[in-house]
């Protein structure tokens, strides 16, 4: 009895664990464990009832009152509106027709296509769901193989959960107590290396195997010079421009996050406009989509609030220290490659909000503590570098089967001729690169800390 006592932590994690796989609501998993647990802690007296008093101002001050989380909503609304406004469409018409003489043309018009797309949304279900009716057919009707049209349309579309403005990146911000701004920007240089490290494969393969990425041909090009000019200017620039106005604004110094992602709201309202499809019953449709999305996202933030804070009232941080010198490891660098693949291994089975709200707030000050000189020059830049790696690795949690949230978006869109194994055959090279982006940010830490140092953040 003394040991589950000192172990409540740890069976704590362990049910939180086994629910999640059993299927129930993640917020009300998060919710209802800690409350459970707070409870045992009390019958044990380890955990004082009192306590329970500090839950709600706890997730009021982290959450409802936090200026940072603003964006969220800002962000969500900005990209569910870019794609029901048909932006994202002619965009990719566009980069088809700027490709069409590279080998695997038709695929990199798509990755450079989630790679815009991320820049401007960050809504991985939006991106995918949108690639695969755009893009899928397009692909098919070319002669490009099902595994490659999967697998670069899954992979595009997940950029969005790294390339700000990032949900994602939001949030670490907030659980890591560290710049959103700072973080968008660590998050560029690693964002356009997975994109392009995509292309890098994509034209690859079109190279070796061009059965698998037939070219296009020139009767895919616009009739004339005027019909090509004017694409670029309708289709191609005023997305562009809006991601130049919402991340050089932040980057700049002129506004924040949230005040950019107004301002991304408001230019993807005038997109809109441009394109003729603005009235009030898309924008009924899309109010009604970014307010469900922001409730599961904020529900999830107050369920795991209350986890985190009664996780370590009962001795969790303790708990993960003696975990990992029982499997001897006590370095900085062994921890840290622990932590990658436990992130690794935690994506086959959880979404990327769950695994952040978990790993970060329990590795993270143990990490803080470790040196990891001269690799890294000193550890007032390792947060930033840790959140980029996770973030970075958290691309796979999107791929891998059995809950791979992307996978799940394209098979409910996919024709029937393609079935779960194209897309789980498609996405292992893919997966293999994002894992290969992971080892050169370690490796290279510039990657991520050079752009932030150039914009003054880390000075």
């Known amino acids: 009895m003394e040991w589950l006592v000192d172990h409540l932590a740890v069976l704590m994690f362990l049910v939180l664990t086994f629910i999640m796989f059993i299927g ?9 464990v800690a409350l459970a647990f707070g409870v045992i802690g009390i019958m044990f007296d380890v955990f004082r009832p009192a306590q329970f008093g500090s839950l709600i101002p706890r997730i009021w001050g982290q959450a409802v009152q936090n200026p940072v989380l ?15 406004s048909g932006v994202a469409d002619e965009l990719l018409k566009a980069l088809q027709v700027l490709t069409r003489r590279i080998p695997g043309g038709l695929a990199m018009s798509v990755t450079l296509m989630g790679t815009i797309m991320a820049a401007t949304t960050g809504i991985v279900g939006a991106s995918v769901i949108m690639l695969t009716l755009i893009a899928l057919p397009t692909m098919l009707a070319r002669g490009y193989s099902k595994e490659l049209s999967v697998g670069t349309i899954a992979s ?3 950029l969005g959960i790294l390339i700000p403005p990032s949900i994602m990146l939001v949030i670490m911000g907030d659980l890591l107590t560290i710049s959103v701004g700072t973080l968008f920007t660590a998050a560029i240089l690693p964002g356009i290396l997975l994109s392009v490290l995509y292309l890098i494969y994509q034209g690859v393969i079109a190279a070796v195997k061009p059965e698998l990425a037939p070219p ?4 895919a090009a616009p009739a004339s010079r005027a019909e090509f000019w004017r694409m670029i200017l309708r289709s191609f620039l005023p997305p562009s421009f809006l991601i130049f106005v919402v991340l050089g604004s932040i980057f700049g110094g002129f506004a924040t996050p949230t005040e950019a992602g107004g301002t991304g709201c408001a230019g993807a309202i005038l997109l809109a406009i441009w394109n003729k499809r603005f009235n009030m019953k898309m924008l009924k449709e899309v109010i009604e989509s970014s307010a469900l999305t922001n409730a599961l996202v904020f529900f999830i933030v107050f369920g795991a609030t209350l986890f985190s804070f009664v996780f370590r009232a009962l001795g969790g941080d303790e708990a993960v220290e003696e975990l990992l010198k029982a499997l001897g490891i006590d370095t900085g660098w062994e921890v840290l490659v622990f932590v990658m693949i436990i992130v690794f291994i935690m994506g086959f089975f959880f979404d990327w909000i769950e695994i952040c709200l978990i790993v970060l ?23 930033i570098w840790f959140a980029i790696l996770v973030a970075v690795n958290l691309q796979s949690a999107f791929l891998t089967p059995p809950f791979g949230f992307a996978l799940f978006y394209m098979k409910g869109t996919v024709p029937p001729s393609v079935t779960m194994q194209h897309i789980y055959r498609g996405i292992i090279p893919f997966v293999a690169l994002q894992m290969l982006a992971v080892a050169l940010c370690i490796i290279f830490p510039e990657v991520v800390l050079w752009l932030p140092r150039y914009f003054g953040f880390l000075d």
């Open 24 to 32: 129930y609501p993640v917020a009300f998993v998060l919710g209802g």
């Open 361 to 383: 707030p329990i590795f993270g000050p143990l990490l803080m503590k470790a040196s990891f000189e001269p690799h890294l020059a000193t550890n007032k830049d390792f947060m």
């Open 216 to 219: 296009l041909s020139d009767a």
């Open 156 to 158: 595009a579309g997940t």
């Open 70 to 84: 603003i964006a969220i909503p800002m962000f969500v609304f900005m990209g569910t509106l870019l794609e029901k």
